[in-house]
Nanobody, 115 residues
């Protein structure tokens, strides 16, 4: 059984910080990448950032300079450090674990940024 569980979401004021965690458990062979996506009300899911097996880290333009992804490969865990949060960052944040044959998704964690 494979599980992907996010944690760390909540309510924060604009300009504040939040750290999300994603832990993958169970047997997942050959993880290619771990990353974060988000979906705001009325909008489609969008990429936030991804850490690849090659060591590259990619971010959406909207979060560059504010968000940082870190990854502990041995623990199958990825983090999203979010600084200088804006109301437009409000969304459900989903963790993605990409293997050779399948993408595993967490159930999401709500991040709400107030003005």
């Amino acid at each position: 059984q494979v599980q992907v569980v996010e944690s760390g979401g909540g309510l924060v004021q604009a300009g504040g910080s939040l750290r999300l965690s994603c832990a993958a458990s169970g047997t997942i062979i050959s993880i290619k990448a771990m990353g974060w996506y988000r979906q705001a009300p009325g909008k489609q899911r969008e990429l936030v950032g991804v850490s690849t097996s090659s060591g590259s880290t990619n971010y959406a333009d909207s979060v560059k300079g504010r968000f940082t992804i870190s990854r502990d490969t041995a623990k199958n865990t990825v983090y999203l450090q979010m600084n200088s949060l804006k109301p437009e960052d409000t969304a459900v944040y989903y963790c993605n674990v990409r293997s050779t044959w399948y993408d595993y998704w967490g159930q999401g964690t709500q991040v709400t940024v107030s003005t």
